[in-house]
């Protein structure tokens, strides 16, 4: 019987071999009591990588977000933020009844920002009417935005508005390192441009579960004590910072191959007629479509999975467990569910 061939998401993963490997021989600790050296190994080097003073290991991108959110605004703060950000759309309202925050967004149907339109957001004034603008948070790479990502100038650009108006500012790198891969940039370089930094383990490099913020000794001290109250500490956490460890050294490298197959993938699909509703320049495409719901039945019957995205998308997201043989399936089951409805 083949395999399924899940492009749900790039969160679906397994630990590769070398993985479960470093999880079984991790040394651990306490981590609540400050005392593993794997955790403390991932974040010296996370924090190394990114350029950064520190960094704190956290069990989700979603908690990574709101610590950082919380570390660095008040209740009644206003937050700038992109209309298809995920801490916006999928993190259940936490700013809002967690942190106390109020947003202000910006449309775009790729999910990024200009410093202009960043500009035109920010509320600053001794007026007690209004809730103070006090950090903008960027995505990068963007998720309903197909996977885009920012340009290094892109990201200075807004870095220096919030440095002039006095803002802090939080970059979302969930799916980091994708941006990193299509654009040549280094991540310490779109790093330097903000003052902090999370990054997703559990996505396209593989781990099993957490995510990793950088910043600044102060704010990832206060980010600590938050990671704490929202029940994010964990003891003998090294068997998971070891798969955060080892999808760091070993695949960052893959990430080029996702990106390649996905390519392939819409290529093929163009081919015979298939449309694609946003650019694709890392791992994740949006295809068009009139029923969803019945494409996605049809596409499991023929062993491929994927996800409606709203009443006229699928999402289909590559990630190093699909092989050349499983772009291969994902083609033909696309083909045989989409294309003959193109040509009709």
Do not use: W
Not at 69 to 87: N, R, V
Not at 159 to 173: E, F, I, S, V, Y
Not at 237 to 264: F, I, S
């Amino acid at each position: 019987m083949q395999e399924i061939v899940d492009l749900r998401s790039d969160t679906v993963t397994r630990p590769s071999p070398g993985m479960r490997r470093a999880m079984a021989e991790a040394e651990v600790g306490d981590d609540v009591f400050g005392d593993d050296p794997t955790v403390h190994r991932l974040q010296d080097h996370a924090a190394a990588l990114l350029g950064k003073e520190a960094a704190l290991f956290l069990p989700s991108g979603t908690m990574a977000n709101l610590v950082a959110f919380l570390a660095q605004t008040h209740p009644g703060d206003t937050i700038i933020l992109s209309e298809s950000a995920h801490p916006f759309h999928y993190e259940s309202g936490n700013l809002a009844m967690v942190a106390g925050l109020m947003t202000r967004t910006v449309a775009d149907p790729l999910g990024k920002m200009t410093a202009e339109q960043v500009s035109e957001q920010v509320v600053q004034t001794s007026d007690t009417h209004y809730s103070p603008t006090t950090l903008v948070a960027l995505e990068n790479t963007t998720n309903r935005g197909g996977g885009a990502c920012y340009e290094y100038y892109e990201v200075e650009n807004i870095a220096q508005l919030c440095r002039d108006r006095g803002l802090r500012l939080h970059c979302d790198g969930a799916r980091l390192f994708n941006a990193c891969t299509a654009s040549n940039i280094d991540a310490e370089f779109y790093a330097r441009c903000c003052d902090t930094v999370s990054f997703c383990l559990s996505k396209g490099l593989g781990a099993p579960v957490g995510s990793v913020l950088t910043g600044d000794r102060d704010t990832i001290a206060r980010a600590l004590r938050f990671r704490k109250m929202l029940g994010g500490g964990m003891r003998q956490a090294g068997v998971l910072a070891a798969a955060g460890l080892y999808a760091l050294e070993n695949h960052v490298q893959d990430l080029e191959e996702d990106h390649r197959r996905a390519r392939d993938f819409r290529r093929a699909l163009e081919a015979e007629g298939v449309q694609f509703a946003l650019p694709s320049p890392t791992n994740i495409l949006y295809i068009e479509t009139n029923d969803p719901a019945g494409d996605i039945k049809e596409l499991r019957a023929l062993g491929v999975l994927a996800m409606a995205a709203g009443a006229e998308r699928i999402r289909a997201v590559f990630h190093r467990d699909i092989d050349e043989a499983g772009l291969h399936r994902a083609v033909e089951a696309f083909k045989a569910v989409l294309a003959p409805r193109q040509r009709d």
